[in-house]
């Protein structure tokens, strides 16, 4: 039975037509899918939805009512929550307090009830799954995932009865997103309509009742679930055959490139006596859990962390210093996991950002040259592909594909003989994925070694050569493409999740 | 490899508003006005106080706001290389300070050393002073780096401890006479705060050569590119191979650097060198940083806009005096265009972000 109904909705920015006369239909007690590559108008509609963006032309409809969603405020007073993709979380604050921040329990009409706050809070974390989370934890000390696990409880403290979800899993390992489709799956029976917008095609086919695919800000397809299989999906997000979604690297593996050996960093999140090598030609993923120490791993070959014990050879040559200049001077490049806090410089340009780490490289007589930058930074560009306004506009009006390869152009530019990308595809679309897929094949067969991490199965399946996996800071496992399956891949990863390792 | 990407350019997605073209034109100029704001404003400034006082816009006038305009200028050059990567320099007044002691004990009592009292020429002299502010800087930039000290608490500790130092060189009391004498071979400091070449003050030719040095190293530089990243984002300067310690470091050396040769440009117009020489000068150099556009977060800025936010404040100040304002109004004057200033470079950001994500 539908229960939030678009009809005709259209949004202009602008020249802009973001959403082009959408009738979208959730249901009550259903989990309704959204799909659609970034820029689809997915984000648009939820954002009128949830009462942030009024619609150029249109109405919506809730429970047979036609109503005026004038602020977020408004949607929530008629029921309906939304969880964003970017965290809204204090970090400074502890976890009960940014449950209630701007709704606190009082006591005598003025102070807040900590006590109650707290034991709210616990309440909400066990439906969670995470009874061992203590409320008086600051946000700020906890891993990413259950950070996310925190903004989607403050959304379960309100009696919902519609709670928009925007890629609420991005962040989450698999044994925190199957407690969030546990928790799905309970709102569901208690008649919540839930709408679930996500880029994981095997996450969403396991809790979707309902999916719908956007394109280019219209409504391409409508169906039921049941009726539809993985492939369907991506034929409707993309307008093209899924076979062509990754390229497999298959050119001929050569010399050794990087020789790791008893690498070990303590901290919370250790890396424990990995010992891994990377071939010219091959492309090597590691595949594992949130906080199982891959970051770690590759920040610490990348020089950001000091390893405690362990050598890296790189071409046959120990690299001693462990510094980042010496390693990316050694052939070393990392392409980081999260590209706003480590990958870019926002205030800067296209171009500019594109040739940080080669600067030095476009002097005359001490002077940077203009003519070289821009004639290096348009070859990148071609190159890869990126998509911009033009190269002096600042990097952050870009999508998150092409920031990533701007990224990526960066890296490239240090000549490195090894390049290290820490989740390339997180959070860009499936078009973008597939670019990034074949970058990293043909820069294998460049002779190039490339090592990838991963938290997509799929992903790590296709693309990679060999796989390694790791749990608690060690590799427990290593597959070849040719034996490599997801059944072997998560029971490698999953001896220690996450929350076991979180003090 | 072929471009994959499958969305649709959006603007293509619908028939533009009819009015949309003439929108954006409006923004463009409106980005255009706001960017040059200070130019703006200094333009107003000089129209306003030309309308009311005939001794304005003489030439002798200008020469003699422009001396003024020099000190401050230098000064918030320096500081604007601190804040552009994110930090803050409180430290430059009194940097100054010391800076002015230490050549004024240098001119006037020479340097006791075993064999006796030694003094040096001029330029050796205007040679130390800087090199004590360089000093100076390099010591904020390792407590700062290396010590993890916030730079505005680094900073405000070393504007007392360089204050205090200033006062202890001459126990608090004044070099009066820096003028030198031909058997010490120590004539001339004159020459650089009070002499004219080609008609123009020597001070406000130093403050020419001080600006284009800064604008080549901060815009034609890897130097100074290193140094937008480092307050742009620096863990993406980071990981880009950038030694951000030494980055920092190197700011702070060159504020402390500008910092002393104000303070011996101060000294060698008074002609005598005092232990509170350019006490409180760090808050006009940081609020003319602030009013030629530099963000206090880092990564954006001009030293182009600092020297004009330096033209701003010194022709207000002394447009205000000469017009007969009370000094008790200059200052709430001044305090409501520095804050008003930082809105509009806010409004400017509002207004560049939306023109660029309409254009994308």
Known sequence: MSFLEARGVSKNYGGVRALKDVTFTAYRGKVNVLVGENGAGKSTLMKILSGSEQPSSGEIVLDGEPVVLGSPRAAQALGIGIIHQELSLFPNLSI?????????????????????????????????????????????????????????????????RVLIMDEPTSALSNHEVDVLFEVMADLRSQDVTVIYISHKLDEFRRIGDWVTVFRDGALVAHESMDKTDTGWIVRQMVGRDPDSLYVRNSSPVGEILLDVRGLRVPGTVRVDDVSLTVRAGEVVGIYGLMGAGRTELMETLMGMRKAAAGEVKIKGRLEGYGTVQARMAAGLALVPEDRQRDGLVQTMSVRDNILLATVARFTRAGLLSGGAEQRTAEAKVRELAIRMPGLAATVTALSGGNQQKVVLARALLTEPVVLLLDEPTRGIDVGAKAQIAALMAELAARGFGVLFISSELAEVIAMADRVLVMARGRITAEFTAQNVTEEALVTASASDSVLEATP | MTDTHVAAPRKTAGAPEPDAPRNQALARAALLLLRGRTLVVLVILILIFSAISSEYLTQSNLILMTK?????????????????????????????????????????????????????????????????????????GVLITRFKVAPFIATLGMLYVARGLAQLHSNGGTYPDLAGSAARGNEGFHFIG?????????????????????IVVTTKTPFGRRIFAVGGNERAAVLSGIRVNRVKIAVYVISGACAALAGLLLTSELGAAYPDTATTYELNAIAAAVLGGTALAGGRGTIIGTVMGAFVIGFLSDGLVLVGVSTFWQSVVKGAVIVFAVITEQAQQRLQSGLTKRTA
């Open chain 2, 194 to 214: 009070v002499d004219s070449l080609l008609g123009i003050p020597v001070a406000v030719w130093i403050m020419v050569l001080v600006a284009v040095a800064a």
């Open chain 2, 68 to 140: 003024h305009v020099a000190i401050n200028a230098i000064l918030a050059i320096g500081v604007t290389f601190v804040i552009l990567t994110g930090g803050i320099d409180l430290s430059v007044g009194s940097i100054a300070g010391l800076a002015s002691m230490v050549a004024g004990g240098l001119l006037f009592k020479g340097l006791n050393m075993p064999g006796g009292t030694v003094f040096f020429s001029v330029a050796v002299v205007i040679v130390l002073g800087i090199a004590v502010g360089a000093l100076v800087g390099a010591l904020n």
């Open chain 1, 96 to 160: 009960a307090e940014n449950m209630f921040a701007g709704r606190e329990l009082r006591r005598a009409g003025r102070f807040v009830d900590a006590a109650a706050q707290k034991r709210r809070t616990r309440e909400v974390l066990g439906r969670l799954g995470q009874d061992r989370l203590d409320p008086d934890t600051l946000v700020g000390d906890l891993p990413i995932g259950q950070q996310q696990l925190v903004e989607i409880g403050r959304a379960l403290l309100e009696d919902v």
